[in-house]
């Protein structure tokens, strides 16, 4: 997938997950976003855990999908980037009127995460009608080979 197909589609959903280290682990966590330009803008509250690694230019992901497990398609998009707090006035009051969080408490901080390196993938294909012409044929207890060391192993 392009990488303009690839941001267009993380642009037409409005949550994914931002992926940082924190105290030295992974730390996942799910926000709603917005695309603007090329960059990935997120908000969030005085002492989220994100803050540090942005404030100190830190590498992050940022994740975002849509699935649909009936049919068993989607897609899925990774942008992976420098997170860097929002310092501009005029564009925190932006923000903060086009990007609403889902969360409830005071969101004074915006980060965003440049799209350094953007790669995407679609999941699935179209159903198709079963072979018929192909058979499976179980394995059982006596179809089983046993192993060097004599434990038994799967039937190749």
């Known amino acids: 997938m392009s990488r303009q197909e690839a941001l267009d589609l993380l642009a037409s959903v409005p949550v994914g997950r931002v992926v940082f280290s924190h105290r030295a682990l992974p730390a996942i966590r799910p926000v709603n976003h917005l695309l603007d330009g090329d960059e990935v803008i997120i908000r969030t509250h005085c002492g989220a ?39 501009d006035p005029e564009r925190l009051r932006r923000y903060h009127h086009t990007l609403r969080p889902w969360v409830g408490g005071a969101m004074a901080h915006a ?7 953007v ?23 006596s179809s089983r080979s046993a192993s060097s060391d004599g434990e038994p192993g799967a039937a190749v």
């Open 111 to 117: 980060i965003r995460i440049s799209t350094d390196v």
């Open 119 to 141: 790669t995407g993938f679609r999941i699935g294909r179209p159903l198709a009608q079963p072979d018929t012409s192909i058979r499976c044929v179980p394995t059982t207890a």
């Open 49 to 87: 855990a994100l803050l540090g690694p942005a404030g100190q230019g830190a590498v992050v992901a940022y994740e975002a999908d849509a699935l649909d497990p009936v049919r068993r398609t989607g897609w899925s998009v990774v942008v992976t980037g420098v997170a860097a707090p929002v310092t």
